[in-house]
């Protein structure tokens, strides 16, 4: 993740507005609020004249920022649109919570460990059903005895209106710390939320396809505890002598590039890696460019990284594949995205699934207080203090840059990749991730040869009867994971 550095010292300004210093002590929640306001849009608003990619194409919409906005509201207002006012940048946002936000990047949430996808319970659309996807290893959704393909019909013994659907499921089936659900097939379970780490290398398999060995790796987001765990499955796909690998991040939403690189060195092949090809270029806005220069704009592959103060080497573990099946869907993006991106120049990569998300931005959280104090010697006394103070806890994700291959081609850009072989995620097949009946999981083994017999007769589960398509497709997030250096 890049850092703020101290060569931005020149372009510091302060909103072009007459506002007092505090005093010694608020005297309201109103004065709290105001000066709350006026730090954190300072921050803001200096944040995006240095960072933001496309700060060239909205320096006029920030002469309107004023010190009393809305933070939040405003960078929304301002981010680049296009001419229709529809926003290109769908990412750039400010939060209150920086600490939850970050914490969520590193997959550690208060969470009942479960993913899902929407469905409408009928032809009439008036209510929505709820099915489970995956559950995550030694969560509450794991112990209650939830699976793929159950579907919740009611939460708290209500059902699921369509018009309040999204209230409900991020009240009672996201952010709340207990749940009660009623399922299609008469159970009903009743969870505790927890502060668990949600480890991402969720499958791991190897397939006999005939002559060759395929790998399976279920992966679901880019996190930087996840390297070691990547580095271990790595490590058994080449034990087992793997050349090909499934790799299905069809609800990978991203996460850290450090992540990204840390897979790519083991995929990539292995003198491409030793001799430190370049991977992936980025490209920033004049200012970053300028400042970073090539260190910073082109990646190369290497085997050495530095993750959470630990050196971890990856030349050991280079798998020396030949073919990757990349399983996509609209919740693959950003660092699913880009690993793609980057290795299509290198590997033969066959995307199987559906459309992928499109987010072909890579950004970065900064903190509010930590940019006061990186700018202390800039600012005033009480500027500092101040804004150390009522800056604390809120942050700015802000996109800075466009990846792209070795060549400078974006791929997924502007919305994802389309899929080789078009198939749809099946949650209610009958089939858990990792069963080669699996729909996708079957699609990506065809390409690659497994040996499948002819059923005599079907053992998929017909949906319930409840259930009549697909709500939501392009599958909406519901907070369980959000779409990030982030990327």
């Given at each position: 993740m890049k850092h703020v550095g101290r060569f931005f010292a020149l372009v510091v300004v302060a909103l072009s507005l007459s506002s007092c210093f505090l005093d010694k002590n608020e005297n309201s929640a109103e004065e709290r609020n105001h000066y709350t306001l006026k730090y954190v849009n300072q921050f803001a608003f200096n944040v995006m004249n240095v960072y933001y990619l496309w700060i060239d194409e909205i320096r006029e919409n920030l002469k309107g920022w004023m010190s009393d906005d809305d933070p939040k509201a405003k960078v929304l207002e301002v981010r680049y649109k296009d001419s229709a006012g529809k926003d290109i940048d769908k990412w750039t946002q400010v939060t209150d919570d920086y600490e939850s936000f970050v914490r969520s990047i590193e997959g550690v949430s208060t969470t009942y460990g479960y993913d899902f996808t929407l469905f409408y319970t009928s032809a009439a659309k008036e209510f929505i059903s709820v099915a489970v996807t995956f559950v995550y290893a030694d969560s509450p959704a794991e112990k209650a005895g939830l699976k793929r393909g159950d579907i919740i019909l009611k939460a708290d013994g209500e059902p699921i209106p369509t018009d309040k659907y999204k209230e409900i499921i991020n009240g009672k089936l996201v952010n709340s710390s207990h749940c009660r659900l009623s399922l299609s097939d008469g159970r009903s379970v009743e969870m505790d939320a927890v502060e668990m780490y949600c480890n991402p290398v969720?499958?791991?398999?190897?397939?006999?396809?005939?002559?060759?060995?395929?790998?399976?790796?279920?992966?679901?987001?880019?996190?930087?505890?996840?390297?070691?765990?990547?580095?271990?499955?790595?490590?058994?796909?080449?034990?087992?002598?793997?050349?090909?690998?499934?790799?299905?991040?069809?609800?990978?939403?991203?996460?850290?590039?450090?992540?990204?690189?840390?897979?790519?060195?083991?995929?990539?092949?292995?003198?491409?890696?030793?001799?430190?090809?370049?991977?992936?270029?980025?490209?920033?806005?004049?200012?970053?460019?300028?400042?970073?220069?090539?260190?910073?704009?082109?990646?190369?592959?290497?085997?050495?990284?530095?993750?959470?103060?630990?050196?971890?080497?990856?030349?050991?573990?280079?798998?020396?594949?030949?073919?990757?099946?990349?399983?996509?869907?609209?919740?693959?993006?950003?660092?699913?995205?880009?690993?793609?991106?980057?290795?299509?120049?290198?590997?033969?990569?066959?995307?199987?699934?559906?459309?992928?998300?499109?987010?072909?931005?890579?950004?970065?959280?900064?903190?509010?207080?930590?940019?006061?104090?990186?700018?202390?010697?800039?600012?005033?006394?009480?500027?500092?203090?101040?804004?150390?103070?009522?800056?604390?806890?809120?942050?700015?994700?802000?996109?800075?840059?466009?990846?792209?291959?070795?060549?400078?081609?974006?791929?997924?850009?502007?919305?994802?990749?389309?899929?080789?072989?078009?198939?749809?995620?099946?949650?209610?097949?009958?089939?858990?991730?990792?069963?080669?009946?699996?729909?996708?999981?079957?699609?990506?083994?065809?390409?690659?040869?497994?040996?499948?017999?002819?059923?005599?007769?079907?053992?998929?589960?017909?949906?319930?009867?409840?259930?009549?398509?697909?709500?939501?497709?392009?599958?909406?997030?519901?907070?369980?994971f959000l779409h990030q250096k982030t990327i």
């Open positions: 969720h499958i791991a398999r190897v397939f006999d396809c005939g002559a060759k060995k395929v790998g399976y790796l279920h992966f679901t987001a880019f996190t930087l505890e996840a390297c070691l765990d990547l580095i271990k499955v790595c490590n058994e796909f080449k034990a087992q002598g793997i050349s090909e690998l499934i790799l299905d991040m069809r609800y990978n939403g991203g996460g850290y590039v450090e992540t990204e690189e840390v897979l790519a060195s083991m995929l990539a092949p292995a003198a491409k890696v030793a001799s430190g090809d370049v991977f992936m270029t980025e490209v920033y806005n004049d200012i970053l460019t300028e400042a970073w220069g090539e260190s910073e704009t082109i990646t190369h592959f290497r085997n050495r990284f530095k993750i959470g103060g630990k050196t971890i080497d990856t030349s050991e573990s280079n798998i020396g594949i030949n073919k990757i099946y990349a399983i996509m869907t609209g919740g693959s993006a950003s660092a699913s995205e880009a690993i793609i991106c980057g290795l299509k120049p290198f590997v033969d990569i066959t995307i199987v699934g559906q459309q992928s998300y499109g987010k072909y931005c890579s950004g970065i959280i900064i903190e509010g207080a930590g940019w006061y104090e990186t700018f202390k010697d800039d600012l005033t006394v009480r500027e500092y203090k101040n804004g150390v103070k009522y800056a604390a806890n809120w942050g700015l994700y802000v996109m800075i840059g466009r990846y792209a291959d070795r060549d400078g081609y974006t791929g997924c850009m502007p919305i994802g990749f389309a899929p080789d072989v078009e198939v749809a995620d099946a949650p209610l097949d009958g089939y858990q991730l990792g069963d080669p009946n699996e729909t996708m999981l079957k699609a990506a083994l065809t390409l690659a040869g497994y040996p499948y017999e002819p059923e005599l007769k079907s053992v998929k589960k017909k949906p319930a009867p409840e259930i009549e398509g697909p709500a939501y497709p392009k599958r909406e997030s519901f907070g369980v």
